[in-house]
């Protein structure tokens, strides 16, 4: 069972209590339906969901995920991270995180940690890099804290579930 706390919830919780802190698009404004950038987030679910990127996903992890199941454009500040987890959840296969902001360097956290059964793996957030895995081999991931280093400076990504 996951109990949902608001910001003041949050903010009063010991560090070791928080699981994610992150913001995600919930949504387009009001009027905003059909706008470009809305437009071009339905063209890139649809080449996600197209038969080339599924057979891409099949070469990289060798599982084919049968369909696109849900995607979330997250975007983490100062303090933000996700504590070590599994995506192995609701019929998931495949996760992708697609990155794509600009000024990141190494002092600003933020790095994805993939813990492997002999060390972790740390991966850089840099634009336009995917990261693409297979969900059910057992492995966790987390995602490292931005620090007081990244100032007003925020990390965008898609996160990107398969089944």
């Known amino acids: 069972m996951v109990d949902w706390v608001d910001a003041d919830g949050f903010a009063e919780a010991e560090p070791e209590q928080r699981f994610f802190q992150h913001q995600a698009y919930e949504r387009a404004l009001p009027g905003r339906e059909l706008?470009?950038?809305?437009?071009?987030?339905?063209?890139?679910?649809?080449?996600?969901?197209?038969?080339?990127?599924?057979?891409?996903?099949?070469?990289?992890?060798?599982?084919?995920?049968?369909?696109?199941?849900?995607?979330?454009?997250?975007?983490?500040?100062?303090?933000?991270?996700?504590?070590?987890?599994?995506?192995?959840?609701?019929?998931?296969?495949?996760?992708?995180?697609?990155?794509?902001?600009?000024?990141?360097?190494?002092?600003?956290?933020?790095e994805f940690v993939m813990h492997g059964r002999e060390g972790d793996i740390v991966i850089d957030p840099l634009p336009n890099r995917m990261i693409i895995f297979d969900v059910n081999t057992g492995l966790d991931h987390s995602v490292r804290p931005l620090s007081e280093v990244a100032g007003d400076w925020q990390r965008f990504n898609f996160s990107i579930w398969f089944r």
């Open 35 to 110: 706008s470009p950038g809305i437009l071009d987030l339905v063209r890139f679910k649809a080449l996600l969901s197209s038969a080339a990127f599924l057979d891409l996903a099949l070469l990289i992890t060798g599982h084919r995920p049968t369909a696109l199941q849900e995607l979330l454009i997250r975007r983490m500040v100062r303090g933000d991270l996700a504590r070590r987890h599994d995506d192995a959840i609701g019929g998931r296969t495949i996760c992708a995180l697609l990155y794509f902001s600009d000024g990141w360097h190494q002092a600003m956290g933020g």
